[in-house]
């Protein structure tokens, strides 16, 4: 059982930055593959970014590419999203996700996860 918890969300201006963080309960971070997702109303929720375990082999969704970085601290058991040049369409609810390493395909796929953080709202004025 993973326990997730996100915090590092609020309210910033268009060409603002903030850093998500998600942190998980258990001693087995290190083999667990961390996603970030996001939804925002009236939308499906949708991949942000993705670090395997192991060799921790990072994936992005198009439209953060370049913007967004993720990177993991396993001693610590956290997960951050830096998220910079935000844009009004950033604006969502974020969700941390996990998953054991050696049974994700597609980091991509939401329903790949099995276990999921509570979520942080992130606002983007413009």
């Known amino acids: 059982q993973v326990q997730l918890v996100e915090s590092g969300g609020g309210l910033v201006q268009a060409g603002g930055s903030l850093r998500l963080s998600c942190a998980a309960s258990g001693r087995t971070f290190s083999s667990y593959t961390m996603g970030w997702f996001r939804q925002a109303p009236g939308k499906e929720r949708e991949f942000v970014a993705a670090?395997?375990?192991?060799?921790?082999?990072?994936y992005y969704a198009d439209s953060v590419k370049g913007r967004f970085t993720i990177s993991r601290d396993n001693a610590k058991n956290t997960v951050y999203l830096q998220m910079n040049s935000l844009k009004p369409e950033d604006t969502a609810v974020y969700y941390c996700?996990?998953?054991?390493?050696?049974?994700?395909?597609?980091?991509?796929?939401?329903?790949?996860?099995?276990?999921w953080g509570q979520g942080t709202q992130v606002t983007v004025s413009s």
């Open positions: 996700a996990a998953e054991r390493g050696d049974s994700i395909v597609v980091v991509s796929n939401s329903n790949a996860y099995q276990y």
């Open positions: 670090i395997r375990y192991g060799r921790g082999n990072i």
